[in-house]
């Protein structure tokens, strides 16, 4: 069975400023949704209107046509990767993987340099590293939907491929809404497309598509 979330008519003001108009965006289940936008366009803030970290002039988020206004309350409907670092820097890798019960052995066969690392602290690692282990831990969670900012920050190529054939494993059984600045890994990446620009949502299905709105050339 498919599930959906979806947030609907989302207005945000910064002062006289409109940041985000009468915005609607769909994922489902069994899908990457994948959201562009040039930074200052709202992305982030969108993103934590979902989540129901941050109040919006009006909003409605709903998760199988249920209402839920404090997303960030309902864990096992959704979880969030901010673009900053989350996880406290004195935690070693394993207290992390224990406190989020995800195996450690199943990270290391995707990632095998970490294999002597399950007793060093996080913030021994790389800044590339770090992300690695957070992007990992937020995708692997038993949430219906995930969102990931800026997920590919800072991560070397090759794991960057790593994390969208997993993020294809798990959307077996989970939605993503995922956005970064790395817009080819996002396209790459995604089911389907939403480009955010001047306050404006548009689902596109084509390059053509957002090259005509000016976000990109190819």
């Known amino acids: ?9 989302i207005e945000l003001f910064f002062g006289a400023r409109k940041i985000l108009g009468n915005i609607y965006i769909k994922c489902e289940t069994g899908a990457i949704t994948g959201l562009l936008a040039r930074n200052g366009e709202g992305k982030t803030s969108l993103m934590n209107i979902i989540y129901g970290s941050l109040k ?8 199988d046509g249920i209402t839920i206004a404090k997303a960030y309350k309902r864990p096992e409907l959704l979880t969030y990767l901010p673009q900053f ?9 394993k207290r992390i993987f224990n406190d989020f019960e995800i195996s450690y052995p199943d990270f290391v066969a995707f990632f095998p340099e970490f294999k002597d690392s399950e007793n060093m602290k996080i913030k021994k690692l790389s800044g590339g590293q770090r992300r690695l282990v957070e992007v990992y831990v937020i995708i692997k969670s038993n949430a219906q939907f995930v969102m990931l900012d800026e997920p590919f920050s800072h991560v070397m190529p090759l794991h960057i491929e790593k994390l969208k054939a997993l993020l294809h494993t798990e959307k077996q059984h989970k939605g993503f809404l995922i956005t970064d600045h790395m817009y080819r890994q996002i ?15 548009h689902l596109t299905s084509t390059t053509e598509d ?9």
Not at 210 to 218: D, H, K, M, S
């Open 1 to 9: 069975m498919k599930h959906q979330l979806e947030a609907d008519g």
């Open 85 to 93: 670092n989350f996880i406290p820097a004195s935690l070693s890798l």
């Open 187 to 201: 396209i790459d990446a995604s089911d389907q497309l939403y480009l955010l620009t001047e306050g404006k949502i």
């Open 210 to 218: 957002i090259e005509r709105l000016g976000y990109a050339r190819f």
């Open 56 to 63: 919006a002039n009006s909003s409605s988020v709903r998760f």
